[in-house]
């Protein structure tokens, strides 16, 4: 199997892990949204990363990529076989990638990391501003519903916990982490999962690339 | 079961549909996303629409849903049962939710009719902007897609119709249909689906409503 993307972003990230932990052979091939190579548009329409090729089925999207991780390879599950479990599972999973992906990833890591990397300037005063008006009430809902203990629908860490922690792991790298004297259950279950193996292994290679440039 | 959301929103009609397919009885709390009733955020987190309640499961977003009704009321499928038409059944929801979403309701739907309802005028430069600049490139995909004959992923009626018929039924209420000379068979596809009885039973309703106000 190919992975295109960039493996630090949040949405690439998503499926890495899920490659990982389901124990599956893939190569990455580097793709950067802003510089798509030639004909990217026929394995991903909107030109998006990440994308994946599993022999002759191409697919784009982060969340569909999963779901057919996990019904063509149901080894070692992902998301929680009962139906409400389940749903609760992909809830988590859209939340992390529209609110989340606008709070740590477009209004945070990609203002103070990315544009970094790119030679832009960060707009530091729109940072300031999600900080301010969208990220509180963001951390308030994690809060409500992170566990005291273990993970968000299971027993293990499935994709509800893959979609939140990356998400908040690319917040670490542009300089934030939840206030845990504010947020004492998230802070404590952000932790926790990012002590995960796959997560390690995935960081470990974060920063080497975060050195690099 | 309880549905909570004005019947004439396109995300609101795909759990309509895939209830009125399924034969699953329910009924509908009128819910507009402006003036959410008090204690909303309990059902539906972001008070968005739709939301659904079964029994003592509370669910929001209108894919994790349908998602939800396949797999607890598998009768009568909406989804193919093969990961790889799966997927691209979930590719095209995922297209709908989001870049039709755009296209076909905030840039055109929302600003013709919806703020038409509501007293507000209409940015109609906007209309235009977003009917020059992101309309032709949907509806070339949407060209290269549609099946000459049948259906996007399956022998009847599924969710990935479901969902891209609901988004271009909206454009339709704002006076928008695709040209059929130059998408002959994206127009074709639409009229097939939109004869489907359950879009004719939700059209009829959506009439009664456009027209009352």
Redesign the interface.
């Known amino acids: 199997m190919k992975v295109y993307g960039a493996t630090i972003s949040p949405m690439v990230r998503k499926v890495l892990m899920a490659l990982e932990i389901k124990g599956l052979d893939y190569q990455v091939e580097f793709v950067i949204p802003f510089n798509t190579p030639e004909g990217f548009e026929k394995i991903s329409?909107?030109k998006k990363i990440p994308a994946l090729v599993d022999g002759d089925?191409s697919?784009?999207?982060s969340?569909?990529?999963c779901?057919?991780l996990e019904?063509?390879y149901p080894e070692t599950p992902l998301y929680p076989s009962d139906?409400?479990l389940?749903?609760k599972a992909?809830?988590f999973e859209?939340?992390a990638d529209t609110?989340l992906m606008k709070v740590t990833a477009e209004g945070l890591y990609f203002e103070r990391v990315v544009k970094k990397l790119m030679g832009m300037e960060t707009d530091e005063e729109k940072v300031q501003k999600n900080l301010k008006k969208n990220m509180p009430k963001t951390l308030d809902?994690m809060e409500s519903v992170s566990p005291a203990e273990g993970f968000l629908v299971g027993d293990s860490l499935m994709m509800a916990d893959i979609a939140i922690g990356s998400s908040f792991i690319n917040a670490g790298y542009a300089g934030f982490e939840p206030d845990s004297s504010k947020y004492p259950n998230f802070a404590a279950y952000m932790q926790r999962i990012k002590a995960h193996p796959a997560f390690q292994v995935r960081m470990k290679e974060d920063a080497k690339f975060i050195n690099k440039e």
């Open positions: 329409p909107l089925v697919l784009a999207d969340t569909v990529i779901e057919y019904d063509r139906p409400v389940k749903a992909r809830w859209e939340y609110v809902y």
